[in-house]
């Protein structure tokens, strides 16, 4: 069992100040390589004691164990970052790059045809990624195709009673926990078409949903100051609505 699926199993005895640090860790595994117990204490407005106490619930020393720990799963290490004088301009226009060359067109053009034939689209992200479920919905809606977003799970889960056949969820998620499984099953036995975009080609939710969009990450990579992958989520958008673009002309 990985640190991670650990976690995920951990969740329901977890209290609210460990549940933030799991939530967090779970949807941003790849911006540990940047923290600090202090850090990750600030970001989850917990106190470093708590954190502190959340790894060595998972077994580990302290913070720094258990950030290797995480990050040996992701092979994140020096071997796989660019050169220390790379840019952040050279980082992203290095995902284009990947974009361009690694996207599966078939599943970009399918995924194209079932938002032009859908009723109604609802996009969701969890905390940061909530922006680029946002971004999705203003692009469609400016295409004159009916869809809204949410960062809210309670929200999404009260859509499984109104969602159905025709109708579509978009999911942004970095990591794609297994977190989602139960309700994107809930949505599928509905008929709604379940997309999810992620930069986790191990993604835990592949056979719950339709299609999946995957993307680079540009946290993954050595920059003196960690990079929004949000961007690269705006990119794909992009690659999605040119592809509708073409199918509505």
Same mark, same amino acid.
């Given at each position: ?141 400016? &295409? !004159?195709? $009916? ?5 809210? =799970?309670?929200?999404? %889960? #009260?859509?499984?009673?109104? @969602? ?42 592949? &056979? !719950?949903? $339709? ?5 680079? =990450?540009?946290?993954? %990579? #050595?920059?003196?100051?960690? @990079? ?15 592809n509708i673009q073409k199918k509505l002309k």
């Open positions: 069992m990985t640190v991670l699926e650990h976690i995920q199993e951990l969740l329901p005895d977890f209290s609210k100040n460990e549940r933030r640090l799991a939530d967090h860790i779970l949807q941003y595994p790849y911006d540990l390589q940047r923290y600090t117990s202090i850090n990750i204490a600030d970001i989850c407005n917990v106190s470093r004691s708590a954190v502190i106490r959340f790894c060595q619930k998972l077994g580990f020393t302290g913070f720094s164990d258990f950030q290797k720990a995480v990050l040996s799963e992701y092979e994140i290490t020096k071997s796989d970052h660019m050169s220390a004088d790379t840019t952040a301009l050279d980082v992203y226009q290095s995902c284009i790059t990947q974009l361009r060359e690694k996207t599966d067109m078939n599943e970009l053009s399918a995924i194209g045809d079932l938002v032009v034939h859908s009723r109604r689209i609802l996009c969701y992200g969890m905390d940061h990624s909530g922006y680029s479920a946002k971004q999705m919905a203003f692009r469609l809606s400016r &295409n !004159h195709i $009916d869809a809204s977003y949410t960062n809210d =799970s309670s929200i999404l %889960s #009260n859509y499984k009673n109104i @969602l159905g056949s025709g109708d579509m969820l978009m999911v942004f998620s970095i990591s794609g926990q297994k977190s989602f499984t139960e309700i994107l099953d809930v949505f599928r036995s509905r008929r709604v078409s379940v997309i999810l975009f992620t930069m986790n080609v191990n993604t835990a939710l592949k &056979n !719950h949903v $339709d299609h999946i969009f995957y993307l680079p =990450s540009a946290a993954h %990579s #050595n920059s003196p100051y960690l @990079l929004d992958d949000a961007i690269c989520f705006y990119l794909a958008i992009e690659m999605v609505i040119e």
